[in-house]
């Protein structure tokens, strides 16, 4: 599978050192690296669909300063969708209401009808892709439909409500920004942790450091507000346990054999 890495601060920190370990994780992650740097209202993605030790580009921006309150980064082992461009996180999209919304997952989704008419419209070919064009669509038909009311608890309640919809069955860790609001959500044991200090909040697949790290709680979605948290989701019961059948089923529905 593949790794993630997020930051949710009330301040800019420096993570360079942290985010070269995490890159150097890519020797068993090898098909893509990218990272969103969410600062000041806007949404820069810099990604390449080749392994992360391997990226002359990479290694130049890691000897440069990178400082952020609000940021993810993903490293890509491919199970669904070919390696190339369209198919690296961070994805992006914009929603009707001018918001862009950025999103890196860890996972594969095994059964959600709802998002398989969305093979039709992606850019590339991942599940991952097809997960935030089925937020964005969703949001988007709340803005109209409810455009006088649909507030931020409102958009919090719904991205809930949509995790719910696609948990069962399926390894949802996830990493979602909506340009005010950090979602984190994972539903597999020992696959997301966390490094919460005042005022800022790390996570990673795995621990960085030698200490310090937390794993996060399973099957909940919680939000965030630079570094603080303001919302914790209704707890469900859908975790994921690896199946190598589920996974072996899905190499082959994806090569047509």
């Known amino acids: 599978m593949c790794e993630l890495f997020g930051v949710t601060a009330n301040r800019r920190i420096k993570i360079n050192g942290l985010l070269k370990t995490f890159f150097e994780h890519s020797v068993e992650h090898r098909n893509g ?24 580009y990479l290694k130049s921006r890691l000897n440069g300063k990178i400082e952020t309150a609000r940021f993810m980064a993903h490293i890509r082992r491919a199970t669904v969708g070919d390696v190339d461009f369209d198919n690296t996180h961070p994805f992006i999209k914009r929603d009707e209401a001018g918001r862009i919304w950025a999103f890196v997952h860890n996972g594969t989704i095994f059964e959600s009808p709802v998002i398989y008419s969305y093979r039709e419209v992606q850019t590339g070919s991942t599940d991952s892709e097809r997960i935030l064009l089925y937020i964005v669509d969703q949001v988007n038909k709340h803005y109209v439909s409810e455009q006088n009311s649909f507030d931020a608890n409102d958009r919090i309640r719904l991205i809930d409500k949509i995790i719910h919809k696609l948990a069962p069955e399926n390894k949802l860790n996830i990493m979602l920004y909506d340009g005010d609001y950090f979602y984190v959500h994972k539903n597999e044991e020992g696959t997301l942790f966390k490094s919460e200090k005042p005022g800022s909040v790390i996570f990673s697949t795995h621990p960085l450091t030698e200490d310090g790290w937390e794993e996060v709680p399973q099957n909940t979605l919680f939000v965030y507000k630079d570094g603080e948290l303001i919302y914790t989701g209704k707890k469900h019961e859908y975790s994921y346990v690896h199946d190598d059948e589920k996974m072996r089923m899905v190499f082959i529905n994806y090569a047509g054999l």
């Open 33 to 56: 690296w990218g990272m969103a740097i969410l600062d000041d209202g806007s949404v820069s993605v810099e990604k390449e669909p080749v392994r992360a030790i391997d990226s002359s």
